[in-house]
């Protein structure tokens, strides 16, 4: 990387300027671990430019969620007749309101904003002042000095899997934390399944199930796999983009509950707390 600040987009110098913008002015109240907490402030104000997109996006996600069952019994019902059964499935979706690509068209929007965001911070917790200083727009925003790199005595710039000889185990918590709100989120995200006989057995007299057998296992391994991985690669980056990525899966568990509610999450509380 030549220990030049990334420019393969032109959002990430705007981005590290508005890092700065918020490290001199946690700096200027004296607040400790300023980078630290400018990478948390600078990853909210990206989720509150992105609410309505995400949240229009997860809108979209939640009403194909509610179609399955509906789909399913489309597929059943037309298995052998291709044509027929793209021609319901539009029918359907126009019946009900929904576009099959309203879903991925926030999230395609999203994705240069994301990627921008993850390696700016890649390069922040990494290079020198001097990397940085290069790229401000003002003569004001430059850095006289280093910055901690260190947040609540955890250097971001560092790996788990290298501080864990140097820090003993405790360091995994940083892993094993980013592993459990991702899988909070995944869980938040699946709709919640019929609870009672009664509902089970509606969807059944309505030909619903289908292909429901097949959708859940692949949604129960999407929603355990998701989290393994999160975790792995937060155990191999720099603690300062698991920092990143922890506040924008706490924000984005928030948004999912204002928007959709606990959704599967449901289930697992209230197996907690003995409801049925």
């Known amino acids: ?38 990478i948390i402030v600078l990853t909210i104000v990206i989720r509150l430019v992105l609410y309505p997109l995400t949240t229009s996006q997860l ?8 179609l ?18 793209q021609a319901e499935t539009m029918k359907l979706y126009k019946e009900f309101g929904v576009n099959p690509m309203a879903g991925c068209l926030p ?18 917790v990494k290079y020198n002042i001097a ?8 003569e004001q ?16 710039g560092q790996n788990p899997s290298h501080l864990i000889l140097t820090m003993g185990w405790m360091v995994l918590l940083v892993p094993i934390l980013t592993g459990v709100f991702q899988l909070i989120q995944s869980k938040m995200m699946i709709t919640a399944a019929p609870k009672t006989a009664e509902e089970k057995n509606k969807l059944a007299k309505k030909g619903e199930k289908g292909s429901e057998d097949f959708t859940s296992a692949m949604q129960t391994q ?55």
């Open 222 to 276: 999407m929603t355990y796999l998701m989290p393994v991985m999160i975790g792995f690669f937060s155990y191999n980056f720099p603690i300062g983009l698991s920092l990143y990525w922890n506040t924008f899966t706490i924000f984005g568990i928030i948004q999912q509950y204002k928007v959709s509610g606990l959704g599967g999450l449901k289930e697992w509380i209230d197996k907690i707390y003995g409801k049925k």
């Open 141 to 156: 925003l430059k850095l006289t000095k280093a910055w901690d790199l260190t947040f609540f005595g955890l250097p971001l």
């Open 107 to 124: 999230l395609l929007i999203q994705l240069p904003l994301i990627y921008a965001l993850y390696n700016v911070l890649q390069d922040v």
């Open 1 to 38: 990387m030549n220990g030049d600040i990334s420019n393969f987009l032109y959002l990430s110098h705007p981005l590290i300027n508005v890092i700065v913008v918020i490290y001199q002015s946690l700096n200027f109240l004296h607040i400790p671990f300023a980078l630290g907490f400018s």
């Open 68 to 85: 399955n069952p509906h789909l399913a019994k489309l597929k059943e019902k037309h298995k052998d007749d291709a044509k027929t059964l």
């Open 131 to 138: 990397s940085v200083n290069k790229v401000l727009y003002s």
């Open 59 to 66: 809108k979209a996600t939640k009403k194909m969620q509610e």
